[in-house]
């Protein structure tokens, strides 16, 4: 048995891991689930804990909440500067951190894929994990719509990107077989985070979420769980609350999903061809 069922997902604790030779990108750090993962993975002391951050003010705010807490350390971490609206500031980053870090091992919330294994054994494979939302069964692709122009509504779109991540992850692990680099996507459960701006009549649920959520930290250890439990080392995987869940529908439609890869791909190339280099 594992540490997280031993201990419970409703506890805010876990043993201590040693990082020392891991790398790690946190995306997402500066709010909600990814702030409390931040500051637990710094208490690991990894080896370089890379933080991309848009807003610098709010990076060094991060740094603050983890400087005042009992167990973050943040002479790990580094900030670095990227848009995930723009996907060019994405490739750059991308390009950087391949030249002067040049290894990873775990990575949280990626927007992009990096194009190097070195640092992956079939031992230890570098985990990838995508966070995905319950929202996701309110969610319906339509290939035409990939941008969300013609969904109605900001709930929507949501719900169909967090279904979008789930086919995405599903199909990036088959596609990254024999590589020694897998990918996961874990749903955090009911937590309670800012959920950002949302229409009049989804603000009691929002209410209601920050009033009877999980923690942050509980939500933390869930998307934790997949990634470091060196029992899990197969990609494809789909876990919800730390215990792996059954998925249906167009998340595990492996036609569907090659065909919204390849959507993704004429997409991008499109806009422009050399992100795809």
């Avoid at 500031?89 to 992009?112: I, M, P, Q, R, T």
């Avoid at 990254?176 to 950002?196: R, W």
């Avoid at 004429?266 to 280099?277: G, I, K, Q, T, V």
Wanted: charged share 25%; aromatic share 10%.
């Amino acid at each position: 048995m594992n540490l997280f069922s031993e201990m419970g997902a409703e506890q805010s604790t876990i043993k201590s891991y040693d990082l020392s030779n891991k790398v790690v990108i946190i995306t997402g750090s500066t709010d909600g689930i990814g702030k409390s993962l931040a500051r637990i993975i710094s208490s690991y002391n990894p080896k370089r804990l890379v933080l991309p951050v848009r807003n610098r003010e709010k990076g060094e705010k991060l740094f603050e909440y983890i400087r005042n807490s009992q167990d973050g350390k943040v002479e790990c971490a580094e900030l670095w500067d990227i848009d995930f609206a723009d996907l060019h500031s994405v490739k750059s980053f991308a390009d950087k951190f391949v030249k002067e870090v040049g290894e990873l091992h775990y990575l949280w919330n990626n927007a992009g894929i990096f194009n190097f294994n070195n640092s992956a054994t079939s031992e230890s494979p570098c985990k990838i994990n995508f966070t995905g939302s319950d929202n996701e069964n309110f969610g319906n692709i339509d290939l035409d719509d990939l941008t969300g122009e013609k969904s109605s509504g900001s709930f929507k779109f949501q719900a169909n990107s967090k279904l979008m991540d789930h086919v995405y992850s599903n199909e990036l692990n088959r596609r990254l077989q024999g590589s020694n680099v897998i990918s996961l996507i874990c749903l955090p459960g009911f937590v309670s985070t800012n959920a950002g701006d949302l229409p009049q009549y989804l603000l009691p649920l929002k209410r209601f979420a920050m009033a009877f959520g999980s923690s942050p930290d509980i939500g933390a250890i869930n998307v934790m769980y997949p990634v470091l439990d060196a029992t899990i080392d197969d990609g494809g995987k789909s876990f919800r609350k730390c215990e792996e869940m059954k998925v249906s529908g167009q998340a595990t439609d492996e036609e569907f999903a090659k065909k919204f890869w390849e959507k993704c791909e004429l997409l991008l190339r499109n806009f422009d061809p050399n992100l795809l280099e």
